[in-house]
């Protein structure tokens, strides 16, 4: 029975960083509980709504913004539209006037400190990531909705269906990398190539082509932006930004006033095998300087794990002359699926399965990708992913401070590395011979994760976060 129907645009979703399950998620919960509110007919009746933050949530809540999201999303903002250098401006104004506009129409009192509360010590049980919202209402009554932030902008409400597409009738249905294999053979089509006939259940082509693109001129954006911008990042733990600092010295002291002008300049700094590392490095910590700086990123699958894709898609444009629309959206359907096929069989959360699920998916999307592009058989490109997650599975998710900061924007870098050289393993090798297929990882990545001591997993209680002697601010 097939789990889940999932589409390219629920792996790639435009949002606002630091974190996809501590700040898109909690943000589209916060306005999924307005409509209710909204549909219901109670909107001009709520005098006061307090939030309950439970379990990872709470621990990372300051760090991952939080706090932010769901305010910003009570307000009616979107984090697709909403401009990232009002995220600040408009938490202190809500702040000090204690007013707060409920989906951009209802104004109550509302005071951030009283209202917002972090239960630290407080979980539910079907998953780490849970936040409630309790509106009062004139009549004297209330209402209390709780929604789960499943990892990669997921949310399912409590007792609810969560965010669920109308059903369709999908010509190549997918729950395993098997199913995928299987499909691929019998057509003759390319992994991507099946994507895009699944696609056509829910959309046009022409319309699936546009959004694409748009996700990728979103990656594009964030990644030239973080190669240009200097400076401290938010949080207390006083990270500099590296990325600019790191594409001067490659590319020299010439400015380019865009992104096309950029990758030309970067093609021309040449080949060599130390010059495209530094350049892998500088595009992953670019995408998640601006994640953690409250930019706008794409998730891919998830925040955290924003840089992967984009760094690996870019040294595919620059170094493997892969720069055209076609070739771009082969690339992103193909990584789609593979992140479809982790989300059916294990998870894409951090708190959940621990930064393997993150960094780790990524790493198989994009090397399966990178793959398919650089001509791979489907064997191949199953393989690559394969390789990829097989060399991340255990690792933990240990923010420092609760920041996507440290190890997090590093582990980009390594993630992207470590994609390119399982794709070039898997070109390279017999996949008929190979001793571990895609779903066995897949399984063993659940069944590990399942085994992880939950400090390891998003609630900065293990690890590098404990062993890391820091004083931080309250944001």
């Known amino acids: 029975m097939q789990r889940e129907q999932l589409s390219v645009f629920d792996m790639f979703k435009i949002g606002i960083g630091p974190s996809s399950s501590h700040t898109l998620g909690p943000w589209r919960a916060a306005q999924q509980f307005v409509q209710v509110l909204e549909a219901q007919g109670l909107l001009p009746l709520v005098t006061q709504v307090k939030i309950l933050l ?5 621990k990372t809540g300051h760090g991952h913004g939080t706090d932010i999201a769901v305010i910003l999303g009570l307000s009616g903002d979107d984090p697709v539209t909403f401009a990232v ?31 917002l509360l972090f239960l630290y010590n407080e979980s539910l049980p079907f998953h780490p990531n849970a936040v409630t919202f309790q509106a009062l209402l004139t009549t004297g009554k209330a209402l209390s909705e709780t929604y789960y932030s499943i990892g990669g902008g997921f949310v399912v409400q409590e007792g609810g269906a969560g965010q669920q597409k109308t059903e369709v009738d999908l010509p190549f249905p997918i729950d395993t990398a098997g199913d995928l294999l299987h499909w691929c053979l019998k057509t003759g089509l390319k992994v991507s190539e099946v994507v895009a006939e699944n696609e056509q259940a829910w959309r046009s082509e022409q319309d699936t082509r546009a959004g694409v693109l748009n996700i990728y001129h979103t990656m594009a954006e964030c990644m030239y932006r973080g190669s240009h911008e200097k400076g401290i990042l938010p949080g207390g733990l006083n990270v500099a930004r590296r990325a600019a600092n790191l594409n001067k ?35 992953a910590l670019a995408v998640n300087e601006e994640n953690a700086s409250f930019g706008r990123v794409v998730t891919a699958p998830t925040n955290g794990a924003a840089g992967v894709i984009p760094a690996v898609l870019q040294y595919f444009i620059v170094f493997c002359d892969g720069f055209s629309d076609k070739r771009i959206i082969q690339f992103l359907m193909t990584a789609s699926e ?12 951090a708190a959940m399965g621990g930064c393997q699920a993150e960094i780790g998916v990524s790493s198989a999307m994009a090397a399966a990708a990178l793959t398919e592009c650089l001509g791979g058989s489907q064997r191949q490109v199953l ?54 297929s895609l779903d066995a990882v897949v399984i063993t990545m659940w069944q590990t994760a399942q085994d992880m001591n939950s400090k390891y997993k998003e609630t900065a209680d293990g690890g590098l976060a404990i062993n890391i002697p820091l004083s931080l601010p309250e944001c």
């Open 249 to 283: 010295r490659l590319i020299g002291n010439n400015t380019y006033s865009n992104y096309n002008e950029w990758i030309e300049a970067i093609r021309k700094t040449g080949n060599g095998f130390q010059n495209i590392l530094d350049w892998v490095s500088c595009f």
């Open 85 to 115: 250098d009002n995220v600040v401006p408009k938490i202190n104004q809500i702040r000090e006037s204690h007013k707060l506009t409920l989906g951009g129409k209802q104004e109550i009192n509302f005071t951030i400190d009283a209202d």
């Open 54 to 58: 439970y379990g990872s949530l709470a």
């Open 338 to 349: 593979i992140g479809c096929i982790f989300k059916k069989g294990a998870t894409i959360s």
């Open 383 to 436: 393989m690559a992913a394969e390789i990829a997650m097989e060399h991340h599975l255990g690792l933990t998710c240990d923010p420092i401070g609760g920041l996507v900061q440290v190890p997090c924007i590093e582990r980009n870098t390594m993630g992207a590395i470590k994609a390119i050289t399982a794709s070039q393993l898997a070109l390279q090798t017999n996949p008929d011979k190979a001793k571990v």
